[in-house]
């Protein structure tokens, strides 16, 4: 019988840990994938956040890191340096990449350091329990704003694609969304294009991906999809912002 | 090699260097400019790699990735800098990281001054980040010794995969001295097969998970019995220690860093005016001479001990501990970047004498 799917031999069999619905389980996936057609699987590290995707080291068949908060671009950058013919991203959320670790990214891109970020919007903190994002967008309801987002109060939803676009040092920034086959199939697209650019020595990559937290939002797996599409996508435009 | 005439700072960084540390993270603050100054010009020449880090938090989580990734990696800073470094220098004890991180002790709390001080005793010796940790602590007390603890710092770091501090006051940074360094243009460093580096699936090295979360309470247990295990080999065996005239001392001054060599004179112009002194120096603080400095006040001969610090007390809670009540012990000393003259000490020594 002829084999129609594979599992990538870049994830290891421990099952994901993730809730119905969630985004993660997905792009681990098309980054796990990617990793296997570049075939830079036995030159290849990664460094996993704190937030939902903990637990990235148990999931990929690759050398890895975890980083405190926010921190991951930092490691990656210590890696880099001592490895500079090595490849290495970091896999980060909201609150870990556009809240504490605000100044690691910046600079990272900054420095054109020559690493690849992959970003999860899903505008919430998942892993403490639902709290207020940067990424949360105005109106919102989280444990910590009950009320919905008050811009007066806390201001509104950052866009990291479009700031890090203007930063010299990047390479390769494009935001994607999880919603849909045909959104699924660019995300991948866009994850090979940012690693192509770290092999290219060209400058820091990223790719934004907007992606449902159900459990965290209070919706079903298929309301959280409809709802990332009607309200994530009108605010956070999908598209690439800077292919150098 | 001839000695030469050499800043602190320049040569503790040309000692890293000779150790074999070809990467350095680092955030400038003052008084210590000159450890990455130097190595920003230096480390590209023999192949290394110098990166002004946007942070300390940064400069110190670099040095997790780069230590991670199996290199013989330094960060340098002085107090405040060292404070935003302690959640880095946590997660690379956790992680079973070795590095080696200078502190030139400038005065604190908060932004206190930027003249010597001693008083980063307690964050550096107690723990300073989150968590049931050590770091290994060397305090030299002249140039020399600190180019000479440099190769030692690193070789310690990478045999017990641990931080290691060099606590020196701002006084070492700054003065200069003569010095030989001990030239070494190709050090043989150790494997580190556990390091991030690639990993061949099809190879017999396990996948590499440099990584301080361990999420279920036996694992956390594991590795906190793994760490204490490995304490209590470095209690045993890494102490260092002078003894400095003790045997048969009336008096014992106890100090450390820059302090203690002011102390050695102090101790000169007692046996001039006939009084026996003597001095204990702990050059690591952590793991602490806990036993030496017992044995010297154990002696017939000693009356009781004089701690000198440039803080308002830190280390004199470990000599008293050492000392376990069969000795007084008195502190001299002030906070604010105020180091005490040999005369004062021997002044005071004489007053507890007339007690």
Avoid at chain 1, 60 to 67: H, L, R, T
Avoid at chain 1, 119 to 128: L, R, W
Wanted: glycine share 10%; with cysteine; proline share 6%.
């Amino acid at each position: 019988m002829a084999t129609v799917f594979k599992k990538t031999p870049v994830l290891t069999d421990v099952p994901f840990h993730y809730c119905p619905g969630c985004g993660h389980g997905i792009v681990h996936r098309l980054v796990a994938e990617v990793i296997e057609e570049l075939g830079i699987q036995e030159k290849c590290a990664g460094v996993a956040p704190v937030g939902c995707a903990v637990f990235l080291y148990n999931y990929m068949n690759i050398d890895m890191y975890e980083a405190a908060h926010g921190r991951a671009p930092a490691v990656a950058t210590g890696f880099k340096r001592v490895h500079p013919d090595k490849y290495i991203f970091t896999y980060q959320g909201d609150g870990d990449l556009a809240s504490i670790g605000t100044a690691e990214i910046v600079h990272a891109a900054h420095r054109g350091e020559k690493i690849t970020t992959i970003f999860i919007n899903n505008a919430i903190y998942g892993m403490t329990g639902g709290q207020m994002a940067p990424t949360t967008l105005v109106g919102q309801k989280t444990t910590t704003s009950p009320l919905g987002r008050d811009p007066e109060h806390c201001g509104k939803p950052i866009r990291i694609a479009e700031m890090l676009s203007t930063i010299e040092g990047s390479a390769f920034i494009a935001r994607c969304a999880l919603n849909s086959t045909p959104n699924i199939i660019k995300t991948k697209q866009a994850i090979k294009k940012a690693f192509q650019a770290q092999i290219d020595r060209k400058g820091f990559s990223m790719v934004e991906i907007l992606s449902p937290c159900p459990t965290n939002w209070g919706k079903a797996p298929g309301e959280a999809m409809q709802w990332l599409e009607d309200n994530m996508i009108p605010y956070y435009p999908l598209g690439t912002f800077k292919e150098v | 090699m001839a000695k030469k005439l050499m800043k602190g700072c320049e040569a503790i960084a040309e000692a890293a260097i000779q150790a074999g540390c070809r990467y350095f993270f680092g955030y400038p603050i003052t008084p210590q400019n000159d450890i990455p100054e130097y190595m920003s010009l230096r480390l590209p020449q023999v192949g290394g790699c110098f990166l002004q880090a946007e942070s300390e938090v940064a400069a110190i989580n670099m040095v997790y990735g780069a230590g991670g990734a199996g290199a013989r990696v330094m960060t340098s800073s002085s107090s405040p800098g060292i404070s935003l470094k302690q959640e880095g220098i946590s997660t690379i004890a956790g992680a079973e990281v070795p590095c080696v991180i200078v502190n030139m002790m400038r005065g604190g709390p908060g932004l206190g001054n930027i003249q010597a001080s001693q008083g980063d005793y307690f964050q550096a010796v107690k723990g300073g980040g989150h968590g049931d940790y050590r770091c290994v602590v060397y305090a030299p007390s002249s140039i020399q010794e600190t180019v000479d603890l440099m190769p030692k710092a690193f070789d310690t770091a990478d045999n017990y995969r641990i931080p290691v501090i060099i606590l020196a006051d701002g006084l070492i940074g700054q003065m200069m001295e003569p010095v030989e360094l001990h030239m070494n243009p190709n050090p043989v460093l150790p494997e580190k097969p556990w390091a991030a580096q690639g990993w061949d699936p099809k190879g017999t090295r396990p996948r590499a998970v440099i990584n301080s979360l361990y999420i279920e309470t036996e694992d956390l247990d594991g590795l906190m019995t793994r760490l204490n295990a490995r304490y209590d080999v470095i209690r045993e065996k890494e102490v260092m220690v002078e003894k400095y005239h003790t045997e048969g001392a009336e008096y014992i001054l106890c100090a450390y860093g820059t302090v203690a060599r002011v102390c050695k004179a102090a101790v000169r112009i007692l046996e001039e005016n006939g009084v026996k002194a003597g001095l204990v120096r702990p050059i690591t603080l952590w793991p602490f001479p806990t036993k030496e400095v017992h044995e010297v006040f154990a002696q017939e001969s000693v009356k009781g001990g004089l701690t000198v610090e440039i803080s308002n007390g830190q280390m004199v809670e470990d000599i008293r501990l050492a000392v376990n009540g069969i000795k007084p012990v008195e502190y001299m000393g002030k906070g604010g970047s105020v180091i005490p003259s040999a005369e004062d000490i021997a002044e005071r020594i004489m007053q507890m004498r007339r007690a």
